[in-house]
């Protein structure tokens, strides 16, 4: 270049850019760097001896950390940095050697799917860890009814067990899709070059085993170009904390005065500085609003890749990712805040209880025991224990205070005469565990069937625990490999089963 970058430039764009490189991608950028020297000594293009030098040198820029790097600003990103400390001590002529094969644009890929695949191993270990809470704590409330909220209106009668259980099918999606984004992120950019590839004779494979991916991209321009898969684990994270905030929201209304289902510890609330009475739910709030963030940081990485030409450039690999990494890290923050807030949650089940009883909730089984019974259509024995339930209502009575005698006169004026029903029958379709016992149908909130949902639950998370546990073995086997490897090049050995003449 005729002139050194405009100060404009340099403090807007390069030096935020390293600073942000050299916290994050230091570690990526030399592992990158050890497995393809490994691989251009392996397959002929680079001389053992030269290695050695490059190794020893990278070996000791890694032990002596990020924070040791000489930066120069003007070399524009950390790649040239790291390159031009290599130089400096191995010389350029030797130094110089390491680019062979390879870009910068390939490289930047590279770096990029490597962390990604960390933070989204983390991820899944938490949401694993939260999985697992909520499934102890549903099995300890498969039998605690609770009333059901349609419209935020009371509905039918469910338990806790029932509802943690609906939390547990979805968090088991959300696992799924991040389990989906880990495998299209594990799959190695490296070797495709700028865009076209190159015409030396490397092994791409090599690159990939010791980077730990599991393949290699089937596209050179695709290599360097695609970004989809940031989207895809910003999407699959804004719709994970979209579901974290709905149940928040539960929790929310339930730990209210009116409500008082549920308490947290004092330890994860917070109190007023002027109300001394007050237990304020924060880290349900924040739980909720990390989904805005979520979004918002999705909306940031799609706009950013829209109409940028598919291939290398700036929006693509610098832009897009701006706001990924916050994304992932509020991503983390709400599954951890809502795993230790549900570990806190104290139910007042005797509470729960009594309102399910009172609140009318259980009367659709009492219209159902109608068609039984008495072979009414039941559109009519709606209309029959909707009438005994504004009866009730004007009268100030409770589902409690439903008996024969209200349902005869209810009837009387729906159909024009009485209906006998028996005490018995309307304490029995009117019991909220017994109400919940009959739900049987599959999904349904009745214990046995509850139990069922809980252990086919917990074989799919022990399938996924299985899987993120060789995901993560495999990653460990491919460092050891690369460390070996490397240790090896810097005592001028090569590794002779790949070794070509």
């Known amino acids: 270049m005729e002139k050194s970058p405009d100060e404009v430039v340099r403090r807007l764009i390069i030096e935020p850019g390293l600073e942000r490189d050299l916290a994050h991608h230091f570690e990526y950028f030399l592992d990158v760097n050890t497995a393809h020297l490994v691989m251009l000594v392996e397959a002929g293009i680079v001389d053992a001896g030269t290695a050695a030098k490059i ?109 943690l259980s609906a939390a547990l099918h979805t968090l088991q999606r959300d696992h799924a899709r991040l389990r989906a984004c880990l495998a299209d992120v594990n799959s190695s950019p490296l070797g495709s070059g700028a865009l076209a590839s190159t015409t030396f004779d490397i092994d791409r494979s090599v690159t990939a085993e010791l980077l730990g991916f599991e393949t290699v991209m089937g596209n050179s321009l695709d290599g360097v170009a695609s970004r989809d898969y940031m989207a895809d684990v910003l999407g699959a994270l804004a719709i994970l904390t979209n579901n974290l905030g709905r149940f928040a929201q539960d929790l929310y209304v339930w730990a209210s005065g009116e409500f008082n289902l549920v308490e947290v510890d004092s330890s994860i609330a917070v109190t007023s500085s002027i109300m001394p009475q007050k237990k304020n739910p924060v880290t349900l709030e924040h739980i909720k609003a990390k989904a805005a963030h979520l979004q918002a940081c999705w909306i940031s990485c799609l706009g950013a890749l829209k109409s940028s030409g598919y291939s290398h450039s700036r929006e693509s690999s610098v832009e897009s990712l701006r706001f990924v990494w916050d994304g992932v890290a509020e991503g983390r923050v709400a599954v951890e805040l809502f795993e230790h807030t549900v570990t806190s949650l104290t139910f007042n089940t005797e509470l729960a209880g009594e309102r399910a009883a009172a609140d009318f909730s259980s009367v659709t089984e009492l219209a159902n025991e109608l068609v039984r019974h008495h072979g009414l259509p039941f559109r009519t024995a709606h209309h029959i224990v909707g009438a005994v339930v504004a009866d009730c209502l004007a009268s100030g009575r409770t589902a409690r205070d439903i008996d024969p005698d209200v349902i005869a006169a209810a009837s009387l004026r729906v159909l024009g005469h009485p209906i006998d029903v028996s005490p018995e029958l309307v304490a029995r379709s009117l019991a909220p565990l017994n109400n919940v016992a009959g739900r049987t149908a599959e999904g349904g909130p009745a214990p046995r069937e509850v139990h069922r949902q809980l252990s086919r639950l917990s074989h799919v998370l022990d399938e996924d625990e299985a899987h993120l546990s060789s995901v993560v073995a495999a990653r460990r086997q491919a460092a050891e490999s690369l460390r070996a490897r490397a240790a090896a090049l810097a005592a001028g050995r090569v590794h002779d089963d790949r070794t070509r003449a």
């Open 55 to 163: 190794q020893a040198a990278t070996d000791e820029m890694r032990q002596a950390g990020p924070r040791a790097l000489r930066i120069d600003p003007a070399l524009e990103d950390l790649y040239f940095n790291i390159e031009a400390n290599l130089m400096a001590r191995v010389g350029a002529e030797t130094g110089g050697k390491l680019h062979t094969a390879r870009s910068r644009n390939d490289m930047l890929a590279t770096v990029a799917r490597l962390r990604l695949r960390s933070e989204l191993v983390e991820v899944c270990h938490q949401l694993l860890t939260l999985r697992r809470r909520l499934l102890a704590l549903a099995a300890e409330h498969v039998e605690t009814v609770i009333t059901g909220y349609t419209h935020l209106q009371a509905a039918e009668p469910i338990t806790v067990g029932h509802y």
